[in-house]
Nanobody, 125 residues
Framework: VQLQASGGGLVQAGDSLRLSCAAS????????MGWFRQAPGKEREFVGA????????DYADSVKGRFTISRDNAKNTVYLQMNSLKPEDTAVYYC???????????????????WGQGTEVTVSS
């Protein structure tokens, strides 16, 4: 599966932004999806994940209550709705796919099989 992330940009603290990740192929619903981010000089970190059906989600503590992951399997797309953005949310955001067998909240980079190219989010104070 090929992934294309989009929707990043420059926003002010407190604003909202929605990222999208479009997947190619007919088997999108076979994949659990994740969002990660990487700030300059830092390691890539887990943001959140959603299972193949959209019925289960998991979030990093740093974004819990502010970010929401959803998916539309008919459109082969997963979304990351980001509200109440903070300057520390500034990073390149990546979507990732893991072939779903049994759902569990995958939070490690090496648990995902495919990655998108990333979209940059900058939050000014």
């Amino acid at each position: 599966v090929q992934l294309q992330a989009s929707g990043g940009g420059l926003v002010q603290a407190g604003d909202s932004l929605r990222l999208s990740c479009a997947a190619s192929g007919r088997t999108f619903s076979s994949y659990d999806m994740g969002w990660f981010r990487q700030a300059p000089g830092k390691e890539r970190e887990f943001v959140g994940a959603i299972n193949w059906s959209g019925g289960s989600t998991d979030y990093a503590d740093s974004v819990k209550g502010r970010f929401t992951i959803s998916r539309d399997n008919a459109k082969n797309t997963v979304y990351l709705q980001m509200n109440s953005l903070k300057p520390e949310d500034t990073a390149v955001y990546y979507c990732a796919a893991a072939l779903s067998r049994t759902w569990y909240p995958r939070s490690l980079v090496n648990e995902y099989d495919y990655w998108g190219q990333g979209t940059e989010v900058t939050v000014s104070s």
